[in-house]
């Protein structure tokens, strides 16, 4: 029910009543509990015409947004982004700040996160003891129930439970999630999601991720590490991936992949930074030189394979393609959508939709203050029966 | 509740209400209703102890089998097989019949069906119009929703309404899905899945299909073609596949994709039929002959690769091969299963399991008779509603 308030943003009891199937005392019995919990609040209505038969102000219910404060962090590639919601879902405040290395201790870690979010705390008035819980994002492969972190390029160790760590250093419960995953919540609370229940995001940075949405639940795997759509094979002994393996996705689509075909593209200068020669190779792409158009084409029909085998096993209703950066932009060219639709299983039915979502780093930070809301929620309603019991 | 006591056998009212967590009253009113309908039945304990209280014999309740007749029937390549269950999943009796053809109209195959049907039942002591569903299943795209097959190696039209065909022409309720998915239901109702709520079963014939099970529940896809593990792609414009696009899993591992490389094998006859033909190559693979084993050696690297791809999209608890013939064998091989174990993303837990589990077309059968019982079950339990109503 409090889901339905949320949902609805604004709703009358009677409305709940209906919506739920419930009976309306049953609905004023649950509704006076939450409201005793501070989780909702009587809002007037606008209109704010009195209930003729009781003479008083009509009131609709909402989720009281200063129940409870909940931060989103996402770890990116020396970068940690976070975001403070309230529980209603409005943003107080948010921190980028620049990571001094590419990889940490846990311990190193937990230290640096502390400080991020006792600052972003503290910039809204708040201190770090006011937020109910903190949802992080990491690059890699996770359990996510545990907070187990099996691998991650953030991370200078194997099997960290950093879920435990981070809420030892920071006093408050830290719900850790793979970062793929988190964009898939934060599109089903906030986005596109939101009208569909299943659906697969896709997510492009210098790794390639997805989140998959089965039933309207985050389908993660029994072992944690599941969805990992960069590591499925596309070439039988194909080109090397950083996994150590052969023939990965992510061999043949992420920078790191383009790089080591881009020496022999004009202009192509092997000392300059990544980000740079990823650029100098798109110019020349775009200005039709053949080798540099015969590295981004591979990228993007491999890509365009890889999205049409997700198609052909899953027939979601939607794929959304979510990335950040300019420079991805060739593989959400018209070409690669036009190949995953005549590499799918054909009926006469028309193909899924994919739809092209540029989020920021603040907006996986979002998806992982949902995942904090998520938890939050459970333990204040697991309190309330508790208390009934 | 039905499922409850369908799961555990027989089991008295007491172990009921603490497996379901509802109350002794409840559980008594509840198994009543399904007692009036006829769907289960009171049976005494077998040691015959009398409830010391009463004074009258301890009983626990089973369903009834005599309450409904279920036929279950796979359409594969020339062959009809049928099954006929009774409501407890005990077999009445069986049939296989040779088809006369490979494709047929819609009609033609309702008249083979239901003289099929007919003639099952009445071996049984039965008539068609004791059948309360049958349930078919077939290769091809299926929504199984509506019963509607996109297209079928079987059928010699697109879009055919089957369900509804077959459904007119029986004049008893048919439920029709993709024959890969009654095998996973199977596996979930009768075999290895009874005990895990997330696995895959893949199944091999002349095409490669697959199930997939997802918290306890099979999973279709949204527009009633997911799940098409043969035709994702493996290889960027690769084999010709019979789907007519290019790089499929099945031209590589289908008899037709061993066959088109078979010419160079020693023995081989092009003239000869096709299961000779594999036959050969197979032993000329055996006997150690260059040609042939690069040609059967590629098949199961490929094969691991697809099912590796799973693993890491997935990331099931099991993965169950279901194949019938010997021919198989090279697929099934220990080097194409520690070839997805190197292929799936390393962590520090153990790979999923992946069991081989050899069926004949009458287990097929029983998966297509568990879909008639699930449907049967809610057509009933709908029935006893509606008279609470």
Redesign the interface.
């Known amino acids: 029910m409090l889901r339905q308030i949320r949902l609805a943003g604004r709703v009358p009891r009677i409305e709940l009543a209906s919506q739920t199937g419930m009976s309306r005392a049953t609905v004023t019995t649950i509704t006076a509990e939450f409201l005793n919990a501070g989780l909702i609040e009587e809002i007037a209505r606008p209109d704010n015409t009195p209930d003729t038969r009781r003479g008083r102000p009509r009131v609709d219910l909402k989720i009281r947004g200063a129940a409870h404060a909940l931060v989103g962090a996402k770890i990116s590639y020396r970068q940690l982004s976070l975001i403070l919601l309230d529980f209603e879902g409005e943003e107080l405040g948010e921190l980028e700040m620049q990571l001094p290395a590419e990889t940490f201790s846990p311990d190193r870690l937990a230290d640096l996160f502390a400080d991020a979010v006792d600052r972003l705390a503290r910039n809204a008035g708040l201190t770090s003891d006011d937020v109910s819980g903190v949802g992080l994002g990491i690059a890699g492969?996770v359990q996510a129930a545990e907070g187990v972190v099996?691998?991650s390029p953030s991370l200078s160790e194997?099997?960290v439970a950093l879920g435990e760590v981070l809420t030892r250093r920071l006093g408050r419960p830290v719900f850790v999630d793979n970062d793929a995953n988190l964009v898939a919540l934060a599109e089903q609370t906030f986005g596109l999601g939101q009208s569909h229940s299943?659906f697969i995001v896709v997510t492009i940075e210098s790794g390639v991720g997805?989140g998959?949405v089965?039933?309207g639940?985050l389908?993660?795997?029994?072992?944690?590490?599941?969805?990992?759509?960069g590591?499925?094979?596309?070439?039988?002994d194909g080109a090397l991936c950083r996994?150590?393996?052969r023939?990965c996705l992510e061999a043949y689509v992420a920078d790191y992949a383009l790089l080591r075909e881009a020496l022999t593209v004009p202009g192509d200068d092997p000392t300059a930074p990544p980000a740079a020669r990823i650029e100098t190779l798109l110019n020349a792409a775009r200005a039709g030189d053949a080798t540099a158009r015969s590295i981004v084409d591979?990228a993007g029909?491999?890509f365009a394979?890889g999205l049409?085998?997700?198609v052909?096993?899953?027939?979601?209703?939607l794929i959304i393609l979510a990335g950040e950066q300019m420079q991805f932009d060739h593989l959400f060219a018209d070409e690669v959508i036009a190949a995953i639709r005549?590499?799918i299983?054909?009926?006469?039915?028309p193909p899924?939709e994919v739809v092209i979502h540029k989020w920021g780093n603040l907006m996986w930070a979002k998806g992982a203050a949902a995942y904090a809301l998520d938890h939050v929620t459970d333990l204040a309603l697991a309190g309330l029966s508790d208390n009934a019991a």
């Open positions: 492969i099996y691998w194997r099997n299943d997805m998959i089965i039933g639940e389908y993660r795997g029994t072992r944690g590490c599941g969805a990992e759509f590591h499925t094979k596309v070439h039988l996994c150590g393996q023939g591979r029909r491999m394979l049409a085998n997700l052909n096993i899953f027939d979601p209703e005549t590499s299983v054909q009926i006469d039915k899924p």
